[in-house]
């Protein structure tokens, strides 16, 4: 079946810090690749998307590559703030399965100023 | 235009006992998601209605049910809870077909004692 791993957390960053959060995944086919945000308190966020091979999602500072060759999509952001603080999600869809996401654990990034 | 609004915020419950969630969609979007999230299991989908059929289903007991009315406002049910149930039930609904387009509502947290 698919599944999402991503890396172990928490992550704990000063402000400015280079931000990168792991992502890999396992499924046939090609499926559609996402970041979600959780905010205190909040429901969860989509931050980007890419849903072919190569493809760069980018939002707000974040970025991630579709890599099918290493079954990827690591987030990314140069520098990091307080207000990125939130749990992070990484999540895949296949047409097959509708609306349903496939979600990693999550990883909980803590920026201190 | 309103988000997704989960009632209620907070709820508890002890075992053996049943419970309603409800859910009410952005105006316009038929499809209404529900996910369980937990500390342990993360984010896992429990069940999709679109205009009032159930389309898409997790691996979930048969205690956990749904439905969906016509004016797209969802419900999830489970009966005779478990300590397990307790979880942070998240609500999402979409207008089309591509699973970038959810959005997600903040939540109902179960506590079952």
């Known amino acids: 079946g698919n599944s999402v791993t991503q890396m172990e957390g928490p992550v704990t960053l000063s402000e400015e810090a280079f931000l990168t959060i792991n992502c890999t995944y396992t499924a046939t086919g090609y499926p559609s690749l996402f970041w979600y945000v959780q905010y205190p308190g909040e429901g969860l966020q989509l931050l980007l998307k890419?849903?072919?091979?190569?493809d760069k999602g980018s939002n707000k500072g974040f970025e991630a590559t579709y890599r099918k060759e290493t079954t990827s999509f690591h987030l990314e952001k140069g520098s990091v703030q307080v207000s990125d603080s939130a749990v992070y999600f990484c999540?895949?869809?296949?047409?097959?399965?509708?609306?349903?996401?496939?979600f990693g654990e999550g990883t909980q990034l803590t920026v201190n100023p | 235009k309103a988000g997704v609004t989960q009632t209620p915020r907070y709820l508890i419950k002890t075992r053996g006992q049943q419970v309603t969630l409800s859910c009410s969609p952005i105006?316009?979007?038929?499809?209404v998601s529900w996910y369980q999230q937990t500390p342990g299991q993360g984010l896992q989908f429990l069940f999709e209605?679109?205009?009032?059929?159930?389309?898409n289903k997790g691996n979930f007991p048969g205690r956990f049910s749904g439905r969906q009315f016509s004016n797209s406002r969802s419900e999830m049910n489970v009966s005779t809870l478990e300590l397990g149930d307790s979880a942070l039930y998240l609500c999402?609904?979409?207008?089309?077909?591509?699973?970038?387009?959810?959005?997600f509502g903040s939540g109902t947290q179960l506590s079952v004692l």
């Open positions: 105006s316009g979007h038929r499809s």
């Open positions: 999402a609904s979409r207008q089309d077909p591509t699973p970038e387009k959810l959005f």
């Open positions: 890419a849903t072919k091979a190569d």
């Open positions: 209605y679109f205009s009032e059929t159930q389309r």
């Open positions: 999540a895949l869809s296949k047409e097959t399965s509708g609306s349903r996401l496939t």
